[in-house]
């Protein structure tokens, strides 16, 4: 039985409204059998420092990634993860997190490649919270383990390897990394650690759209006549496109992903989570430097 | 890996090795609350730290040596990145009163040892080997000279 959704006014010129929930509605639905809150940071210490009362932890490293493989777990591991952190396939289940929801974001993808269908984010994630002077508290997890069903992982839908990409150019690509990587001047995000790619610049025909331009500058997502400004007017979206976005190792393009999927409705749209770190060391894969998109190559 | 760690940094090691993985987490945190602030005079001065760009969020480190060629590290990290801070916190702790030649002794992979691996995951704990790795930098510059 699926919780209510947030009927807020703010929500409602979004495609999919049903995928936000607001800092009022949680506080207010905090407990509700049914719904489990889930919390994913960059930092995997920063949940054990203060987090929203009964939200369990999900770690997008340790816990969503493949220890060996460049993969992610399988629906088998996914089942047990989500199985004893007390969600079920019917849960409810509201993500938020650190540095816009950033992590949160890429949660969110990775429980719908399992098909995981209410799933939905605390829009302004952590930042919003603390700035309303919500309460955290420090209290170990104590989710009760339930019986979650193990269903394989469906990555036609959402998820594009090399080939697709590949295959896909001459459709729209949207660079959600800083400028920085996009010319070719870095390889990796400002600030960031190397995560190595032997070649800087971008794919073909990409144009360049940080991911967080997305985000207002209270965390939460940008009104939909703006959100319109940016990836319809600015980068060149049509209804109907067929759209792939990629960043480094594909979590900030699954922020994106959410963007054009749930806020704007475009269906179909991939995120290329090999992305820069598989691209930019990828033998014979055609790569352009600077500020312009490029050229899509000639097959 | 067969080299001795000084004391403080073997003892270290054995308390994380003596817990399950996510009471590891805790005390990580424990050590990330004890970094102590810096004191007032590199507080004043940001251009004499050095940023440690290998790690995720932003971490500043800088190597004093003191009187019979003790290492003073001092590191600075925000709040919100309490990983960071832990392995920042476990350097100046483990380092506190080593001489020059015993940290620059110490295995550069020790970080891999620390039974935190798992805990964090390999990306993390590189940030922490790009830590010791800064230190060692500076101390050798500052000893050269």
Redesign the interface.
């Given at each position: 039985m699926p919780i209510e959704t947030d009927p807020s006014s703010q929500f409602s010129s979004f495609a999919h409204p049903e995928r936000l929930v607001s800092t009022e509605w949680l506080a207010d639905h905090l407990g509700e059998p049914g719904l489990v809150v889930v919390e994913s940071d960059?930092?995997?210490?920063?949940y054990?420092?203060g987090h929203i009362a009964g939200a369990v932890k999900v770690?997008w490293?340790?816990d969503l990634n493949d220890p060996v493989e460049r993969d992610y777990i399988d629906g088998a591991a996914f089942a047990k993860l989500l199985g004893s952190k007390g969600i079920s396939r019917d849960t409810t289940v509201v993500i938020y997190g650190?540095k816009n929801n950033w992590w949160a974001a890429y949660a969110l993808w990775v429980f719908t490649l399992f098909g995981h269908e209410d799933v939905r984010l605390l829009d302004g994630g952590r930042a919003k919270w603390e700035a309303e002077g919500r309460e955290y508290t420090t209290e170990r997890e104590s989710a009760v383990a339930v019986d979650y069903p193990v269903v394989e992982r469906d990555d036609a839908a959402i998820r594009a390897f090399k080939d697709d990409v590949l295959a896909h150019l001459g459709n729209p690509l949207i660079d959600v990394r800083s400028p920085e990587e996009y010319t070719g001047d870095r390889t990796t995000a400002p600030?960031?650690?190397?995560?190595g790619a032997l070649r800087a610049g971008h794919i073909p025909s990409a144009q360049s759209v940080p991911w967080a331009r997305a985000v207002a500058e209270n965390g939460s997502f940008k009104p939909v006549d703006e959100l319109n400004a940016i990836y319809r007017d600015g980068a060149g979206l049509n209804d109907g496109d067929n759209v792939i976005a990629y960043c480094r190792i594909g979590e900030r393009s699954s922020h994106t992903w959410f963007v054009l999927t749930h806020l704007l409705g475009f269906e179909g749209v991939r995120n290329y989570d090999g992305s820069w770190t598989e691209w930019g060391s990828a033998v014979r894969v055609p790569i352009v430097k600077g500020a312009e998109p490029g050229a899509v190559p000639a097959r | 890996m067969n080299e001795v760690l000084p004391e403080a940094l073997e003892q270290i090691k054995d308390d994380f090795h003596a817990l399950e993985l996510r009471d590891r987490l805790q005390l990580l945190l424990e050590f990330s609350n004890e970094l102590p602030e810096l004191p007032s005079r590199y507080a004043d001065h940001p251009d004499l730290l050095e940023r440690v760009v290998e790690c995720q969020s932003p971490v500043f480190i800088f190597v004093e040596i003191g009187d019979e060629k003790v290492v003073h590290l001092h590191a600075t990290a925000p709040r919100e990145a309490p990983t960071t801070r832990g392995f920042a916190s476990i350097l100046v702790q483990g380092l506190a009163g080593l001489t020059v030649d015993q940290v620059l002794d110490i295995p550069d992979d020790f970080p891999q040892d620390l039974g935190l691996t798992e805990a964090v995951s390999p990306l993390r704990i590189r940030g922490m080997t790009a830590l010791l790795g800064r230190t060692k930098r500076q101390i050798r510059e500052k000893t050269a000279a």
């Open positions: 960059e930092d995997v210490l920063l054990e420092t770690d490293h340790t650190d600030a960031y650690p190397e995560e | -």
